[in-house]
């Protein structure tokens, strides 16, 4: 099970911080991914992190989102920083326990994902 938590309403400009709580996989042996989906819009990746600590983002985010975890804590998280408007949307964590090397902003990977927080960002 996946859990997200932290999204919410600010301004552009704002930071938040997402975490995600995992329980019932092997959170270390697991690539954690970060997607979102806007209203109308397909899921897109946004950020993902191997268990190796290998870390892809999409280009849209690279200098203002990063993406952490604490295998100690099973915890994923996703610092955004100078948010825009654009990049309100629900955001997802997922977990991929199949995943090995190479690129991890593949959907396809993740078999298992969370609800979603909400992240509104007003100009």
């Known amino acids: 099970q996946l859990v997200e938590s932290g999204g919410g309403s600010v301004q552009a400009g704002g930071s938040l911080r997402l975490s995600c709580t995992a329980s019932g996989l092997s959170f270390g042996a697991a690539a954690m991914g970060w997607f979102r989906q806007a209203p109308g819009k397909e899921r897109e990746a946004v950020a993902c992190i191997s268990q190796l600590y290998t870390i892809y983002y999409t280009p849209s985010v690279v200098g203002r989102f990063t993406v952490s975890r604490d295998n100690a804590k099973n915890t994923l998280y996703l610092q955004m920083n100078s948010l825009k408007p654009e990049d309100t949307a629900m955001y997802y964590c997922?977990?991929?326990?199949?995943?090995?090397?190479?690129?991890?902003?593949?959907?396809?990977?993740?078999?298992?994902w969370g609800q979603g927080t909400q992240v509104t960002v007003s100009s």
């Open positions: 997922a977990a991929s326990t199949s995943y090995r090397s190479g690129y991890c902003l593949r959907s396809d990977l993740y078999n298992y």
